[in-house]
T-cell receptor, first 115, second 114 residues
Framework: NAGVTQTPKFRVLKTGQSMTLLCAQD?????MYWYRQDPGMGLRLIHY???????AKGEVPDGYNVSRLKKQNFLLGLESAAPSQTSVYFC??????????????FGPGTRLTVT | QQQVKQSPQSLIVQKGGISIINCAYE??????FPWYQQFPGKGPALLIA?????SEKKEGRFTISFNKSAKQFSLHIMDSQPGDSATYFC?????????????FGRGTSLIVHP
């Protein structure tokens, strides 16, 4: 099992450009999450999904959109990137039969720089 | 409002010493308290977790102490090793009632000198 994978690992964008980050999991997890990690701020939840076709806002959703068209994939979109979105982005997943919802499995992260 | 407060922000310990990281929470409905360990360039990984019905849980050199009345819990790393150098996050969540999403502390950067 690959667990949770993220694509790409690194990306540099210019202000105003758009991009999509892809998260994939092979654990048959129902729940998926997108976090951003900034120095001294910990992990802040951007958006999450409790199942295929459903999404919800987290703590810092502005400037981001998400989609969960397939159970195993969770996409994070930046429509018009801003320097304030420079961060490391982590995807996580949780909850399948026999595995509790509150134990999260994280991907390796995507380092995004917006100039 | 920060629901889970973690301290210290950074910690330097000599090899063989004890590392202690503290967390405090506000919401008494939290009933699951995990610690995540994150190495540089990697994603966080679940290290150890505790429920409020026990006051202590030990796994190898890692121990969680839990004080329900004070709404505090802490991670102790005994005989700290350079390989323990990482960022540690405490978290709290509710396992029922729908709000299972963990609330994270801001993290502690631990450096263990050889």
């Amino acid at each position: 099992n690959a667990g949770v994978t993220q694509t790409p690992k690194f990306r540099v964008l210019k202000t105003g450009q758009s991009m999509t980050l892809l998260c994939a999991q092979d654990m048959n997890h129902e729940y998926m999450y997108w976090y951003r990690q900034d120095p001294g701020m910990g992990l802040r939840l951007i958006h999450y999904s409790v199942g295929e076709g459903t999404t919800a806002k987290g703590e810092v959703p502005d400037g981001y959109n998400v989609s969960r068209l397939k159970k195993q994939n969770f996409l994070l979109g930046l429509e018009s990137a801003a320097p304030s979105q420079t961060s490391v982005y982590f995807c996580a997943s949780s909850y399948s039969q026999g595995a509790p919802a509150y134990e999260q499995y994280f991907g390796p992260g995507t380092r995004l720089t917006v100039t | 409002q920060q629901q889970v407060k973690q301290s210290p922000q950074s910690l330097i310990v000599q090899k063989g010493g004890i590392s202690i990281i503290n967390c405090a929470y506000e919401n008494t409905a939290f009933d699951y308290f995990p610690w995540y360990q994150q190495f540089p360039g990697k994603g966080p990984a679940l290290l150890i977790a505790i429920r409020p019905d026990v006051s202590e849980k030990k796994e190898g050199r890692f121990t969680i102490s839990f004080n329900k009345s004070a709404k505090q819990f802490s991670l102790h790393i005994m005989d700290s090793q350079p390989g323990d150098s990482a960022t540690y996050f405490c978290a709290a969540s509710m396992t029922s009632g729908g709000s299972y999403i963990p609330t994270f502390g801001r993290g502690t950067s631990l450096i263990v000198h050889p």
